[in-house]
C-alpha cells in the first residue's frame, strides 16, 4: 500500500491514520510516500557523508557551528489556495520535507544500508528534537504571509487575495524556526529551517556552517570571516559546494573568500529518473529506504504540535506580513544566535548568492 502526504493533519490525527493502516496491513507492507527523498540529490547526502573520511569527522559540535535549511519557492499557492487554506507552510512542507532532510543530516552512521538500520537512526534523531516550549515558540518560530506587491512591472496578490482562500485568513506562507537536537553528536548546535512561498527564487539546500578558527590571524570585515560553509544544493543546479578562505594576490595579506563546486549534471551521462519514479521502483522491488515509517511520522508531527496548538489558541502570537518576491517577513533574522550571522540568500545558480540575484 503506498500512501501519499499528508499523513494526517496533526498527531493525534496521524495516530489514527497509522492505528487504521496497520488493522489491515503490517508496517513493512506500508510505503508512505515523500517524493523529496526520491530526489537524487537527497539520496547523495548518504553518500557525501558515509563515502568521504573527510566530512563524517567534521560532522559534529566540535566543529559545526549552526546548520541552515531552506526550502522556498517563488511561486504563490497558484490554483491549491483552497487545500493550502487549511494547510499552511509548517504541515505542507516543514514537517515533511525539511525533517526529513534534517533527520539525514543529523544521523548517526547506520551499521548497514538496510532500510530498517537507516530509518533507525532517522526516528532517534526526532526522538532527539528539543520540545518546542510556549517561550520557545513565541521567540523562536516566525510565521509569515505574503503581501501583494509590483515586481519588474507586475503586480503580484497577496495571500488573501489568491482564488480558495479566505480573505481573513490566518494561514502562515512563512515559517522559520530553530531547533535543537539533544545528543551527544548535536548538543547546543541550532538548526535553523525555512521555508515560504513567494521569495525571491525556488531553492532547496542545506549549509553546514563550520566553526572560525580559534584565532584569527588576519583582518576580518565580519563574524563570519574565516566560517567555511558547505553547501548541498538540492534542487535547482544540483551540486556541492564548499567556501573557504584564499589569499588575494598582491601585497598584504587580504583574505577572500571563494568557491569550490561540483554540479550533479557532471555525472549525468545517462537518464535519471523522476524522484516518483524512482521511489514507485523501490517500491515495486520491496526497499523501503526512502519511504517513511509509522513512528518517524508521529515523531515529527509530535515536535510541530506544540506549534499549531499555540497559533490556534493564542491569537497575539504574530503573524507578520512580507512583500511578495522579498525573503520573508524582516524579523525572521533575529531567530540567529548572533547578531553578525544572517541567513544565506541563494540564487538559482549554486555559484551565486545575494538578496534579490534571481529578481
Same mark, same amino acid.
Given at each position: 500500500?503506498?500512501?501519499?502526504?499528508? #499523513?494526517?493533519?496533526? *498527531?493525534?490525527?496521524?495516530?489514527?491514520?497509522?492505528?487504521?493502516?496497520?488493522?489491515? /496491513?503490517?508496517? %513493512?507492507?506500508?510505503?508512505?510516500?515523500?517524493?523529496?527523498?526520491?530526489?537524487?540529490?537527497?539520496?547523495?547526502?548518504?553518500?557525501? !557523508? /558515509?563515502? $568521504?573520511?573527510? /566530512?563524517?569527522?567534521?560532522?559534529?559540535? $566540535?566543529?559545526?557551528?549552526?546548520?541552515?535549511?531552506?526550502?522556498?519557492? $517563488? =511561486?504563490?499557492?497558484?490554483?491549491?489556495?483552497?487545500?493550502?487554506?487549511?494547510?499552511? &507552510?509548517?504541515?505542507?512542507?516543514?514537517?515533511?520535507?525539511?525533517?526529513?532532510?534534517?533527520?539525514?543530516?543529523?544521523?548517526?552512521?547506520?551499521?548497514?544500508?538496510?532500510?530498517?538500520?537507516? !530509518?533507525?537512526?532517522?526516528?532517534?534523531?526526532?526522538?532527539?528534537?528539543?520540545?518546542?516550549?510556549?517561550?520557545?515558540?513565541?521567540?523562536?518560530?516566525?510565521?509569515?504571509?505574503?503581501?501583494?506587491?509590483?515586481?519588474?512591472?507586475?503586480?503580484?496578490?497577496?495571500? +488573501?487575495?489568491?482564488?480558495?482562500?479566505?480573505?481573513?485568513?490566518?494561514?502562515?506562507?512563512?515559517? &522559520?524556526?530553530?531547533?535543537?537536537?539533544?545528543?551527544?553528536?548535536?548538543?547546543?548546535?541550532?538548526?535553523?529551517?525555512?521555508?515560504?512561498? +513567494?521569495?525571491?527564487?525556488?531553492?532547496?539546500?542545506?549549509?553546514?556552517? #563550520?566553526? %572560525?578558527?580559534?584565532?584569527?590571524?588576519?583582518?576580518?570585515?565580519? =563574524?563570519?570571516?574565516?566560517?567555511?560553509?558547505?553547501? =548541498?544544493?538540492?534542487?535547482?543546479?544540483?551540486?556541492?559546494? *564548499?567556501?573557504?578562505?584564499?589569499?588575494? %594576490?598582491?601585497?598584504?595579506?587580504?583574505?577572500?573568500?571563494?568557491?569550490?563546486?561540483?554540479?550533479?549534471?557532471?555525472?549525468?551521462?545517462?537518464?535519471?529518473?523522476?524522484?516518483?519514479?524512482?521511489?514507485?521502483?523501490?517500491?515495486?522491488?520491496?526497499?523501503?529506504?526512502?519511504?517513511?515509517?509509522?513512528?518517524?511520522?508521529?515523531?515529527?508531527?509530535?515536535?510541530?504540535? %506544540?506549534?499549531?496548538?499555540?497559533?490556534?489558541?493564542?491569537?497575539?502570537?504574530?503573524?507578520?506580513?512580507?512583500?511578495?518576491?522579498?525573503?520573508?517577513?524582516?524579523?525572521?533574522?533575529?531567530?540567529?544566535?548572533?547578531?553578525? /550571522?544572517?541567513?544565506?540568500?541563494?540564487?538559482?545558480?549554486? =555559484?551565486?548568492?545575494?538578496?534579490?540575484?534571481?529578481?
Amino acid at each position: 500500500l503506498i500512501v501519499e502526504k499528508p #499523513f494526517g493533519y496533526d *498527531l493525534e490525527s496521524a495516530k489514527q491514520l497509522n492505528r487504521k493502516l496497520l488493522e489491515y /496491513f503490517d508496517e %513493512p507492507q506500508i510505503y508512505r510516500i515523500d517524493h523529496y527523498l526520491g530526489k537524487e540529490t537527497v539520496q547523495n547526502v548518504f553518500v557525501t !557523508r /558515509f563515502a $568521504n573520511g573527510i /566530512f563524517e569527522p567534521l560532522w559534529n559540535r $566540535n566543529y559545526v557551528h549552526h546548520v541552515e535549511i531552506t526550502g522556498v519557492e $517563488n =511561486i504563490g499557492v497558484e490554483t491549491r489556495g483552497g487545500y493550502y487554506d487549511t494547510s499552511g &507552510a509548517l504541515r505542507d512542507m516543514l514537517q515533511n520535507h525539511l525533517l526529513q532532510i534534517t533527520g539525514l543530516i543529523a544521523m548517526e552512521p547506520p551499521s548497514s544500508f538496510e532500510s530498517d538500520s537507516i !530509518r533507525n537512526e532517522i526516528i532517534k534523531v526526532f526522538q532527539s528534537f528539543r520540545p518546542l516550549s510556549e517561550t520557545d515558540i513565541n521567540k523562536n518560530v516566525i510565521r509569515g504571509q505574503y503581501l501583494s506587491s509590483k515586481i519588474k512591472g507586475e503586480t503580484l496578490p497577496g495571500y +488573501r487575495e489568491e482564488k480558495g482562500v479566505n480573505p481573513s485568513s490566518k494561514t502562515e506562507t512563512y515559517v &522559520a524556526l530553530k531547533l535543537f537536537i539533544d545528543n551527544w553528536r548535536w548538543g547546543g548546535v541550532p538548526f535553523y529551517i525555512r521555508t515560504g512561498k +513567494r521569495l525571491p527564487t525556488r531553492v532547496t539546500e542545506v549549509v553546514i556552517h #563550520f566553526k %572560525p578558527t580559534p584565532h584569527y590571524l588576519f583582518a576580518r570585515k565580519s =563574524i563570519e570571516d574565516g566560517c567555511n560553509q558547505l553547501v =548541498i544544493r538540492i534542487q535547482p543546479d544540483e551540486g556541492i559546494l *564548499l567556501k573557504f578562505g584564499m589569499k588575494v %594576490p598582491g601585497s598584504g595579506f587580504n583574505v577572500q573568500n571563494v568557491n569550490m563546486d561540483f554540479h550533479y549534471a557532471d555525472l549525468m551521462n545517462t537518464y535519471l529518473p523522476s524522484a516518483y519514479e524512482r521511489l514507485l521502483y523501490d517500491c515495486m522491488i520491496g526497499d523501503s529506504t526512502l519511504y517513511q515509517r509509522g513512528d518517524a511520522v508521529e515523531a515529527a508531527w509530535e515536535f510541530v504540535d %506544540p506549534v499549531l496548538k499555540a497559533w490556534k489558541n493564542n491569537p497575539d502570537i504574530p503573524l507578520h506580513g512580507y512583500p511578495a518576491g522579498t525573503w520573508g517577513p524582516e524579523n525572521a533574522d533575529d531567530i540567529i544566535e548572533e547578531k553578525n /550571522f544572517k541567513w544565506r540568500y541563494p540564487c538559482k545558480n549554486l =555559484i551565486n548568492d545575494g538578496l534579490y540575484c534571481e529578481l
